[in-house]
């Protein structure tokens, strides 16, 4: 129950995250805790990947290990987890050396039947929901607490791939050899996600983000026909399933990565709060398209990271400007418009949330 938590002291994102302008803004970064930190890769070398996501202690470990290292900077928490627990809880095998590998992938819609249909998320992900738990009571109340999904087409070019891809010509290939097989996974997988969520909100999740890395890799027509729908379906479904149990809702963010021409559309059909924006669209622009519909999250390049601290801060600067500059300002969540990267150095990250914090002041 959220009253058994310690009281939030920095709300910062769920307010930017609500709509709200504040009086500067909160700053997190996809992927933050992670390789780019020596902590992380300590924890790394004694424990495996899952193994570090499925021991409610470890994940709590690398989750505040940034929060520990940028005290007073960061403005929110994610809980270390992986998008691709979705698929091993319906009951697919991944590895990861170093990245995802699916021993076994969806070769054909047959192979569907190897799936659980009804995915019972407290047992198959329960150790999730107790990672969420330990973690909220150890933050005490520093920060909000994220918990996140994969989205169903992302998860299911991993699970028909078996691993990352430079074409998905496989999963491509099932779309359009299989539309209505393929419309049928992405609404499985969909039911999961949705559950899935809930049960991170019950267990102490305080902002959802669903990231939909590879939805720029689909035409704009196939986006809308097969990913835009089970995201709305998500949207829609954790909504009314909180409101049935009584539990208040939380915001909820989409990362589409790379659907910068159909901003407006997932900002007036998708059912999100927050939209996260890649390093492709002018963030005045993006503001100017979407008006007052949805907070905005985003977008410096990872890369700039590597640049030094003059271009860190010259673009952090300029970012601000862009955002702040655009229409009818509503909530803004600085963020990177994709995952850190495990080459930067951390007190160049450092930098970056100095800048936001000195650039974005109302
Ligand atoms: O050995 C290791 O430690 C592997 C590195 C790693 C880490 C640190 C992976 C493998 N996953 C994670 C954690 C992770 N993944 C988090 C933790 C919370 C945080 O700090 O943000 C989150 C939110 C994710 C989400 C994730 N996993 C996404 C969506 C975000 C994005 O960057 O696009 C995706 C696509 C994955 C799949 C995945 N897991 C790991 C890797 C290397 C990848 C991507 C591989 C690929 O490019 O296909």
Redesign the pocket.
Known sequence: MESDFPPLKNDLLLRAARGEETERAPVWV??????YLPE?REV?AQHG?FEVCRTPALATEVTLQPIRRYAGLLDAA???????VVPQAMGMEVE?N???FFPAPLDTPADVARLRTHVDVQKELGYVFAAIAQTRRALEGAVPLIG?C?APW?LFS?MVEG??SRTYQKAKSWLFMYPEESKALLSLIADVCADFLVGQVKAGAQLLQV?D?WAGELAPHHFQEFALPPLQHIAASVRSKLEAEGIAPVPMTLFP?GTNSQLVLIAERGGYDVVGIDWCIEPAEARRQVGGLVALQGNMDPNVLYGGRAAVEREVKRMCESFKGGRAPKGWIANLG??ITPGVDPEDLRWFFECVHKYSKA
């Open positions: 996809m992927r933050q805790a992670g390789r992380f790394r990947f994610i809980i270390f987890s992986d998008i691709l990861m170093p990245g995802p996140f994969g992302t991993y691993g990352g990231f890395s990565k994709h995952g």
